[in-house]
Nanobody
Framework: QVQLVESGGGLVQAGTSLRLSCAAS????????MGWFRQAPGEEREFVAG????????YYADSVKERFTISRDNGKNTVYLQMNSLKPEDTADYFC????????????????????WGQGNQVTVSS
């Protein structure tokens, strides 16, 4: 059974940091590209960050560049999202996702390319 379980969210003040984790099971994690997406109330789901299978290549939305860092530990079947200098506009449900056939950097933001999704983890940033 495939599972992606996010954790680490919560309520924080603007300017502080959080680290999200996504623990994967039920599939060969190291052969999947991984991504983080987010969805704010009343908004469409948007791409946040992506990382290649071996962790060499990373991709970010312009809105989070220089503030967020995606990483993965294939030995622990886990992908992380370190979020620094949080802003109220970062408030959203954050989802991790896994993609078996994702090879182009330009394709990471395309949610239809992902095969598995987590249930989401709420992040709320107060001003």
């Amino acid at each position: 059974q495939v599972q992606l379980v996010e954790s680490g969210g919560g309520l924080v003040q603007a300017g502080t940091s959080l680290r999200l984790s996504c623990a994967a099971s039920g599939f060969d994690f190291s052969t999947y590209a991984m991504g983080w997406f987010r969805q704010a109330p009343g908004e469409e789901r948007e791409f946040v960050a992506g990382i290649s299978r071996g962790g060499i290549s990373t991709y970010y939305a312009d809105s989070v560049k220089e503030r967020f860092t995606i990483s993965r530990d294939n030995g622990k079947n886990t992908v992380y999202l370190q979020m620094n200098s949080l802003k109220p506009e970062d408030t959203a449900d954050y989802f991790c996702a896994a993609a078996r056939r994702l090879y182009s950097g330009s394709a990471y933001p395309d949610s239809s390319k992902y095969d598995y999704w987590g249930q989401g983890n709420q992040v709320t940033v107060s001003s």
